[in-house]
């Protein structure tokens, strides 16, 4: 089949061959690296970026109970209100980065916490608000005590999460590392097989040029010898090569 070909088609099948083996890994190449890339955005977005809403809450709420300890303090120097709109601003806060939790967090035990969470804020909301008008007097200030203390379960519920969002991390890298260990194996596979092929070829289009070149020589130096009824073989005068 190969006689029919000239060399220069012959070369060029074979250069068409090894781009055609490169293109192929090279467009396996961007795919994985794509693939990894995604991995990558999608651990950055779940794990990285809620820890820094779980840091940005715990924050909140670390301000919530500073608040809470001038209050229950007491004393005709503190301005009750501001510190009442502080800790119900700061709650406020506390449930934006329960919304946004809520969007890059996908285990169900993590969303169960949230879902209690934000009742929890809810009721705290009120319990604060039912502290306007208390006096220092002693029922009040027992009162006072008891509506406080309902804002500090939201700590419970954020110290719940962390665990979860850390778990969540972890399976996460888990599968960033079993993809990109499925893509290696399936990419040195490709180039093992395309290697493979271009030897196969180049080794096939080789002996097509090499073994009739061989031939010619043969009968060439037989002619140069002087022996001119030397037969050339039809095999030889009918390729195209």
Known sequence: ???????????????????AITCVVAGLGIYFNGNAQN???????????????LNDANGHFRNI???ISYLLLGGQTLDKEILRGDILE????????????KE???NDKSLEILKNLDANIAKSISAVNATKGLTDSQEDKIKLYKNLMVVKSIANDLNAITPGNVFQGKILFEKNNE?????IKIFAGILLLGLIFGIGAATIIAQGISKPLGQAIVELNTI??????????????????
């Open 65 to 67: 109970d500073v608040d």
């Open 1 to 19: 089949m190969l006689e029919n070909f000239s060399v220069r088609i012959k070369i060029l099948f074979l250069s068409i061959i090894l781009i």
């Open 39 to 53: 991995s990558l955005d999608e651990m950055y977005q779940s794990n990285l970026m809620a820890t820094q809403y």
């Open 179 to 183: 993809a990109y260990d499925l893509s």
């Open 90 to 101: 700061h709650l406020e806060r506390i449930s934006g980065d329960s919304e946004k939790l």
């Open 104 to 106: 890059i967090i996908h």
């Open 224 to 241: 140069a010898q002087g022996d001119l009824t030397k037969q050339i073989p039809d095999e030889l005068t009918r390729r195209a090569d």
